[in-house]
């Protein structure tokens, strides 16, 4: 089921992306009620530099097929001007899929608190 997001953001605030997935086959939203969702940034060397999920709350379950990951601007500060690899994937009755990969290209916001 695995689609191919790709983002720029700029790490000086926060980044709250809002994700929308339906069933390829019925078209039909995916109900991720009690489902466990993850989303992982990892720079060019594999090293994990954000990892949120439903249990952590960094990701909120907003309707029916749709989610919101927080990265908080405290994390994307720490993010180096750059292009990341990130992808998500969900747990539900057993079975566990991938939601989606891509990239996150990060931009300096010169400015920080």
Same mark, same amino acid.
């Given at each position: 089921?695995?689609? #191919?997001?790709?983002?720029?953001?700029?790490?000086?605030?926060?980044?709250?992306?809002?994700?929308?997935?339906?069933?390829?086959? #019925?078209?039909?939203? @995916?109900?991720?009620?009690?489902?466990? @969702?993850?989303?992982?940034?990892?720079?060019?060397?594999?090293?994990?530099?954000?990892?949120?999920?439903?249990?952590?709350?960094?990701?909120?379950?907003?309707?029916?097929?749709?989610?919101?990951?927080?990265?908080?601007?405290?994390?994307?500060?720490?993010?180096?001007?750059?292009?990341?690899?990130?992808?998500?994937?969900?747990?539900?009755?057993?079975?566990?899929?991938?939601?989606?990969?891509?990239?996150?290209?990060?931009?300096?916001?010169?400015?920080?608190?």
């Amino acid at each position: 089921m695995s689609r #191919t997001f790709n983002a720029t953001v700029i790490n000086s605030g926060d980044f709250r992306p809002v994700f929308k997935f339906v069933n390829k086959a #019925t078209k039909e939203p @995916i109900d991720f009620t009690g489902a466990y @969702i993850e989303v992982e940034i990892k720079d060019n060397e594999g090293c994990r530099r954000f990892e949120g999920s439903t249990d952590g709350g960094q990701i909120s379950i907003l309707d029916l097929g749709t989610f919101q990951l927080v990265v908080p601007a405290s994390t994307m500060q720490c993010l180096c001007a750059g292009q990341y690899a990130w992808g998500g994937l969900y747990a539900l009755n057993g079975g566990q899929d991938s939601l989606f990969t891509g990239s996150v290209t990060v931009k300096d916001g010169v400015a920080k608190k």
